[in-house]
């Protein structure tokens, strides 16, 4: 799941560069499955809501993972931004 500003329009031609690249590495055939909703992240906090909301969405009844366990990893620098010192909603994150 692509969930960086690369996922704009505008950046198609390096989303398309990453996937060759990743390609490369595994030895097969590589793209993304999914974006993440198009959203004003100005700040860490925002991005981070933007991908809790497309986890959410996965887990709901009806939704992907609705029936079973959901395995993330996340590979997010969050503007470049500490792990610590901020909150999202009600979660201080430290």
Known sequence: VLSSNWRRPAHAARVRAL???V???LGEDFEFDARTRPADERHAP???R???DYVEAL???GGDFCDRPLRVLMLEDFFI???DG???GDSKID
Do not use: Q, V, Y
């Open 59 to 61: 887990c709901r009844p």
């Open 23 to 25: 390609s490369e590495h």
């Open 50 to 52: 933007c991908i809790g």
């Open 46 to 48: 925002d991005r981070l």
């Open 86 to 88: 901020w909150s999202c």
């Open 19 to 21: 996937e060759a690249c």
């Open 81 to 83: 931004t500490p792990l």
